[in-house]
């Protein structure tokens, strides 16, 4: 049963910084992709940061560009995103994904297959 399972969830303050990390287990192939959303109450999910893990290459938001990172340890099949100089609009549940399919770092929600459970963000003065 592939397994997602995110934590670094918390409370911090504006200008603060925050890691997540993410570990795949359980899936019977090698991830292609993997990558971090975020979602709002009654707003769409919205893609932060995706890494193809082939080659590493990444894609970001143009909200989080310059101020996130995302990297993976292949050795221990997990993803991070550094998140510095947050923000009151970077609270939001964040969600770990992961894709055996497509070849690429994508931010649409469609392309990926497996999620997690998520992690609270909370930004505050």
């Known amino acids: 049963q592939v397994q997602l399972v995110e934590s670094g969830g918390g409370s911090v303050q504006v200008g603060g910084s925050l890691t997540l990390p993410c570990t795949l287990s359980g899936n019977p192939y090698p991830s292609n992709s993997m990558a971090w959303f975020r979602q709002v109450p009654g707003q769409q999910r919205e893609g932060v940061a995706s890494?193809?893990?082939?080659?590493?290459?990444?894609s970001y938001a143009a909200t989080v560009k310059g101020r996130f990172t995302i990297s993976q340890d292949n050795d221990k099949n997990s993803i991070y995103l550094q998140m510095n100089d947050l923000k009151h609009e970077d609270t939001a549940m964040y969600y770990c994904?992961?894709?055996?399919?497509?070849?690429?770092?994508?931010?649409?929600?469609?392309?990926?297959?497996?999620w997690g459970q998520g992690t609270q963000v909370i930004v505050s003065s």
């Open positions: 994904a992961a894709s055996v399919i497509i070849q690429g770092a994508s931010l649409v929600p469609r392309a990926y297959s497996f």
């Open positions: 890494i193809y893990q082939r080659t590493g290459s990444t």
